[in-house]
């Protein structure tokens, strides 16, 4: 079935529920309320009567017919407006007294009951009134009717009835219409939801759900699928960034590999020339392969799985181990390497990649230091620092270069893959260690911090 | 050398087979598992070549198998690309080396030339005493002479010449080099080892007539009299 979607909304339904719910409440309150009113002024009417007709029978006891006559007789002088209704009649029920022309023709019930319409006397336009009596034989065959004429009662009847029809009228009514300001706006926050995620599809990733400010349930979805939408789209743009990069990184070597099997084709070239090109394509070849291999290091790093190899490692060894590796090439640039070891650090991890890690950071700052610099590698307490005397990172800078392919403008120039510190990264965070990069004054510190 | 190659992908075996053939060894493939298990069972060879990666019996399984039954061929085990961890794992269940795809194939034959040195039982660890031409190598008294002058060496240099001394002749690469003298499995992004090598020729060849440490092209390096 295809209802509109304001009918098909589960808030609607839910309100139609509840309009069933309250209207029925509201109907069995009234109909109580109804039959209470009603009841008591009934009551109240057949009391009356009732009291009546005990007076009258004890004048009947003393004083017989005449005297019961002239009493009905003056009661109805005394009654213009004709409240009551009296009437005597003798046994073939001519009326003999009373204010009624004659013997009502309704059957009485068994208690001697009756209900009969009463046109009014006073007024010409003949209203119709409803009267209630009880009749009774006397002894010597009189027949006797005392009522009262039960106008208030019917009205009173009929305002319980309307109030009660209206009451219910109108629950339902402001229940309904309740029901679909609620539901409307229930739908409009999720179509808000809807519309939102319609248009991230569709390619608009920066899309967010808007929220109220009013920290309700729906605020608090809102928010929580937004940060999700935030913390996808920057995975996202990480992808992209990354793939970006390769496509853009690899292009450069690739074109040049393909320039040199392109030299290698003319035969024009010597012996000595064609052996270079075939060295040039070989290292270009190596260097695309090295790059490919750095980067499913460093996503198999991350995913966590090369804890297997964890072992013990005595940190201040290791970087003993890289600072004498390394100490001839920043001898060459003439750069100092000084190694501080406060004690023996023993933790649990995977020793080539500690190694791979610090040697990373040891191969930049000898890199980026210019001559007669110092690099410095310390250790204390889980922590491995590298210092350089060099340019150092900008502040803002310092989060970015984590990032795969990321490499400084003033890096452009020096040859690197852009990979080195997302290794490190990505080995300290396996260690669940993390990486700070801090102003040397000059030139830029790297600390490993594995204290965890 | 007798080398059995077992490969499943064609073309990586043809490869190798066709870089050992042109380098003077004899190289026998075998393209899936439970061949490659029964030649190497029933004919004899100086060192295998296993791809990591094959359909049962893999690899791995292939050389435990072999180390139980008591055969100690040395075995070098090829993997994927990015398959670092798998390292420790070949070499747990019973392999010699490790060598990830792609390769070079005198990355290769260089390792492979150094696995039935190893085992040939020339130049053992028990030796104290190494010689190359007039270059001596006292592995007891750490001293290293050249014509009989003394040379100063620093551990790591003695290390490294020791290295190069035991496998002579034959070229040793880079990473080689990283694993056996540095005792470190990782990728140097700058020559460190270049500068290394250097340094250490400064002190060996600088000052003598006929060089010693050869450079070889794309490969590493070897230490030998004549030049390769």
């Known amino acids: 079935m295809n209802f509109p979607p304001l009918l098909r909304s589960a808030s609607f339904r839910l309100t139609v529920i509840y309009i069933f719910l309250f209207g029925g409440s509201a109907a069995v309150l009234l109909g109580f309320l109804y039959w209470a009113i009603a009841g008591t002024l009934s009551d109240q009417v057949d009391a009356a009567i009732d009291a009546d007709i005990k007076g009258l029978a004890e004048q009947y006891k003393l004083h017989g017919a005449p005297g019961i006559a002239a009493i009905i007789a003056k009661r109805v002088q005394n009654d213009p407006g004709e409240r009551t209704v009296y009437l005597l009649t003798d046994a073939l029920r001519r009326p003999v007294v009373g204010n009624l022309s004659k013997w009502p023709t309704v059957d009485p019930d068994t208690r001697g009951w009756i209900e009969f319409e009463l046109h009014d006397r006073s007024s010409s336009d003949g209203e119709v009134y409803l009267a209630r009596a009880r009749s009774f034989v006397l002894q010597g065959g009189l027949n006797l009717l005392v009522g009262r004429e039960v106008r208030v009662l019917v009205r009173t009847r009929d305002l319980v009835i309307n109030a009660v029809i209206w009451g219910i009228a109108i629950t339902g009514a402001l229940a309904l219409a309740g029901g679909v300001a609620m539901s409307r706006s229930t739908t409009r926050r999720i179509e808000a939801i809807n519309q939102t995620s319609r248009e991230i599809s569709e390619g608009a990733l920066d899309r967010r759900i808007p929220t109220r400010g009013t920290d309700d349930e729906f605020d608090q979805l809102a928010l929580q699928l937004n940060e999700m939408l935030d913390r996808n789209q920057s995975l996202m743009e990480g992808l992209r960034h990354v793939s970006d990069n390769i496509a853009h990184d690899l292009r450069t070597p690739l074109t040049r590999l393909r320039q040199t099997l392109e030299e290698m084709e003319e035969s024009c070239l010597s012996d000595t020339e064609q052996e270079h090109a075939v060295d040039r394509a070989i290292l270009e070849a190596d260097g695309l392969l090295s790059i490919f291999n750095a980067l499913l290091r460093i996503s198999q790093i991350e995913a966590g799985g090369r804890r297997e190899n964890f072992g013990k490692v005595d940190l201040t060894a290791l970087l003993t181990d890289v600072a004498e590796l390394y100490e001839p090439v920043a001898e060459e640039k003439f750069l100092k390497l000084a190694v501080y070891c406060d004690t023996t650090t023993e933790i649990d991890g995977d020793r080539d990649l500690l190694f791979q890690a610090i040697a990373n950071l040891v191969d930049n700052a000898i890199k980026y230091s210019p001559p007669d610099g110092t690099v410095t590698l310390h250790s204390v307490d889980r922590t491995v620092s590298v210092s350089d005397t060099g340019p150092g990172i900008p502040n803002e800078e310092r989060e970015d270069v984590f990032r795969r392919f990321h490499r400084l403008e003033v890096a452009r120039s020096t040859p690197g893959s852009g990979l080195g510190l997302s290794l490190v990264e990505a080995v300290a965070h396996l260690h669940d260690g993390c990486v700070r990069l801090e102003d040397n004054h000059p030139g830029l510190k790297a600390t490993i911090d594995l204290r965890q | ?228």
């Open chain 2, 1 to 228: 050398m007798r080398v059995l190659v077992i490969e499943d992908d064609t073309e990586v075996a043809s490869y190798i087979v066709k870089a050992l053939d042109e380098a003077g060894h004899n190289a026998t493939p075998a393209n899936t598992g439970k061949q490659g298990l029964f030649l190497a069972t029933t004919e004899d060879f100086d060192v295998l070549v296993v791809d990591r990666m094959l359909p049962a019996p893999d690899g791995l399984t292939i050389i435990r198998t072999l180390r139980a039954s008591d055969n100690l061929t040395p075995a070098l085990v090829l993997s994927a690309l990015g398959e670092v961890d798998d390292r420790v794992k070949g070499l747990k269940a019973g392999g010699d080396d490790y060598l990830t795809k792609p390769f070079a194939a005198s990355e290769l034959i260089a390792r492979l030339e150094a696995l039935t040195r190893r085992s040939a039982g020339t130049n053992q660890e028990t030796d104290t005493r190494l010689a190359l031409g007039n270059l001596e190598v006292d592995l007891l008294a750490r001293s290293v002479r050249r014509d009989g002058k003394e040379i100063d060496l620093q551990p790591r240099e003695f290390r490294l010449l020791e290295y190069l001394m035991r496998n002579s002749g034959n070229v040793v690469t880079r990473t080689m080099l990283l694993e056996h003298v540095w005792d470190y499995h990782f990728d140097p992004q700058t020559n460190v080892i270049d500068v290394h090598i250097s340094r250490l020729r400064q002190k060996i060849d600088k000052k003598f007539d006929t060089p010693l440490i050869h450079t070889v092209r794309g490969a590493g390096y070897t230490l030998r009299t004549s030049p390769p």
